[in-house]
């Protein structure tokens, strides 16, 4: 999240589409809310996406990382007191508080003050409601819902900073981008009213739409031109997202508005212009093209959004599927040499990505954007929070460097709320349908109901510590569907799918999807081998600096924690280490030409290793599960002298 000298870094100084398919409208997934009004909305969605998602609330998670990482992750959104939650927006509207301000980027004069309290924090409840159907987090949504109600200006306004803020905006002076709190904050009500059926949340951001349509009257393109080099969020998704619900036409203009043709029209021409740009200011602008896209069917913001994703997830990014450093592409496209900073890999902008990934896949139907889905979730998003639901800022990439979270109402920081919102989503994007065919993307133990199609699907798999899963149907009824599993670009010889127990004598290309159609039977059962195999991925730009992978799990050296303090590990307002760790070089290795993995060697468990180094012997294991100790993901080859960042 940029924010000019209030940064960390100024505080501390087509592919496979399925042609045969009909395209029939989106109709958005897990909506709880009125059904004339989701009806409605439906009619709105442009017949452009071939693949649609499950309701989260169709989706259950089974045991496994993810389940326990979800639970966490709720446990610590119970952990915050409404009042706690409403005290800046209570004092903003001249209510009465007594609660405790929190601290970090909601303290009461940060400029940001409103964003986690009154936006991620909703969006969060109404995820947690819908996938999880945990009542006290619906409760509280409600609960502070209503009370921000009570905050919102006869005009529409609502923010826990007054609205002189916008003057300041208008007027060219510095401000710490207030559309992009404002965003927040109607984007979370509008998950309240989508995944909670929350309908005084509507009324709230409909209020917001409104004086954000008065607003914008006032100004010129040119006036929206300057305005908009100011980070402002997601504007243009949520009044586009406003339009779909309403139908009036009036957002929908106005999210236009929030076009910037600087960013729009190099990336309709396929350009790649996003050198010293910073990088998550981006992502949210290019999402909303996504979903304008969706609404009306121009096909200019379908180019936009997926050259966009293209050129940042196949150039752009480390091999963990995380971008930026210091909060920026530094270099040009496919050039990350010396970009593995202690600040790389802002956190948001791997989980923006992940939002943007699921509308590019929703058109084409390509199941090598789950390739990169996956290697992004496992890598840059799986292992960002630890045991108390505390969650990173950056993935640092600097060799030495160590896993720096925020604290628990101190900090506040922009991935505080994205990640609380990420990890209330999970069971999302495991399943996709296609009219009457099932697609199996993710390899997460889960349970999907389709109610529709009489189909209880049940996986049950250790994935990635066990490299296969079982598919249990139970129906209340034979059907005829066309089961399609996806199968990896990084699968390795050997893997086979069997059906009751019989092997097929059929298999697929990787990056594409194997499809079975059949005629199911309640209790019919589906095993597929995922057989993984090392493999080393140059970072681009750079082949001395090579990163390993086991299958889609991004391997990293454990360097220990002599020396490494809480101050090291746990930030409150600054999202950065206090003293910063000395740099130092990634572990350096020397290939065999005849086995250029042959330095590593199995460990005593699964997906750990032991690496033979110069300087000796070190433990490897996945970064995903790495904490409290230094390590490093890329190791350079003897005999070269790169400077990692």
Same mark, same amino acid.
């Given at each position: ?39 409605? /909305? ?211 203009? #106005? #999210? ?166 990420? *990890? ?7 399943? *996709? ?34 490299? #296969? ?57 589906? /095993? ?7 493999? /080393? ?60 993995? #042959? ?47």
């Amino acid at each position: 999240m940029q924010g000019s000298d209030k940064r960390r870094r100024f505080l501390k100084t087509g592919a496979l589409a399925f042609a045969s398919a009909l395209a029939v409208p989106r109709v958005r997934a897990f909506d709880t809310a009125d059904p004339a009004s989701v009806a409605a /909305s439906a009619a709105r969605e442009k017949p452009v996406c071939r693949m649609q998602p499950f309701a989260l609330n169709q989706v259950r998670l089974l045991d496994s990382d993810f389940s326990r990482a979800a639970a966490i992750n709720l446990e610590y959104l119970h952990s915050l007191p409404v009042d706690r939650l409403a005290h800046s927006f209570r004092v903003q509207a001249g209510q009465p508080s007594s609660a405790r301000p929190f601290g970090g980027w909601e303290k009461p004069d940060c400029e940001l003050r409103g964003h986690f309290t009154g936006g991620h924090y909703l969006s969060a409840a109404a995820l947690a409601w819908a996938a999880q159907g945990d009542a006290t987090m619906k409760a509280r949504g409600d609960e502070l819902v209503a009370i921000l109600a009570s905050c919102q200006r006869p005009n529409g306004y609502l923010s826990a900073f007054p609205e002189s803020f916008f003057d300041r905006l208008s007027a060219g002076e510095k401000v710490w981008a207030p559309f992009y709190t404002l965003h927040k904050i109607q984007a979370g009500m509008l998950d309240m009213y989508r995944l909670a059926g929350n309908k005084q949340a509507l009324a709230v951001a409909t209020g917001i739409g409104n004086w954000t349509v008065r607003w914008l009257n006032g100004f010129s393109d040119a006036d929206m031109a300057h305005i908009l080099k100011t980070e402002y969020g997601g504007m243009n998704e949520s009044m586009v997202d406003l339009y779909a619900i309403t139908g009036n036409s009036r957002y929908l203009d #106005a #999210a236009h508005r929030f076009d910037q043709a600087s960013l729009f029209e190099p990336l309709a021409s396929h350009r790649d212009e996003l050198k010293g740009l910073h990088s998550n200011t981006q992502i949210p602008k290019i999402i909303g093209a996504a979903r304008r896209y969706e609404l009306t069917g121009e096909p200019r913001y379908r180019r936009i959004a997926e050259f966009f994703w293209e050129t940042v997830t196949q150039n752009r990014t480390y091999a963990t599927g995380g971008s930026s450093n210091d909060e920026f592409w530094n270099t040009g496209p496919g050039d990350l040499r010396g970009q593995l900073g202690l600040y790389a890999a802002e956190c948001c902008v791997a989980y923006n990505l992940l939002k943007l990934t699921r509308h590019v896949y929703a058109w084409n139907g390509d199941p090598r954007a789950f390739d990169y889905y996956e290697r992004n979730l496992y890598n840059a998003r799986l292992g960002t929070q630890d045991a108390q639901g505390m969650k990173l800022y950056y993935y640092s990439l600097r060799p030495g460097g160590a896993k720096f979270y925020n604290s628990p109402t101190d900090s506040f920081w922009c991935c505080t709320g994205s990640g609380a919102e990420e *990890f209330a989503r999970f069971n999302d994007a495991i399943y *996709f349908r296609d009219d009457d065919a099932l697609h199996v993307n993710l390899f997460i133990a889960s349970e999907l109901e389709w109610p529709e199609m009489g189909l209880t699907l049940r996986q049950e798999t250790d994935f990635p510590r066990e490299a #296969a899963t079982r598919l249990r149907f139970t129906l209340t009824q034979p059907r005829e569907i066309a089961l399609n599993l996806r199968i990896p670009s990084w699968i390795a010889p050997g893997a086979r799918v069997e059906v009751n127990g019989e092997a097929l004598d059929t298999f697929a290309s990787p990056g594409s999807y194997l499809t079975i159609k059949r005629t199911w039977q309640s209790g019919d059962r589906v /095993s597929l081998t995922l057989p993984m195999t090392l493999r /080393s991925v140059p970072l681009p730009g750079d082949d001395h600096l090579q990163a390993i992978t086991y299958g889609p799990i991004v391997l990293a050296a454990r360097l220990g924690a002599k020396g490494l303090t809480h101050d090291q590990q746990y930030g409150r307002y600054d999202a950065g280490p206090s003293p910063e760790p000395k740099p130092q070089p990634a572990p350096q290795i020397a290939p065999d030409e005849a086995d250029p993995l #042959a330095w590593l060697a199995p460990g005593d468990k699964p997906l750990t290793y032991r690496a033979t180094t110069r300087h000796g012997v070190v433990d490897v294991a996945p970064l995903n599960t790495i904490q409290g100790e230094r390590y490093a993901v890329y190791w350079q080859t003897e005999g070269s002298a790169t400077d990692a960042g």
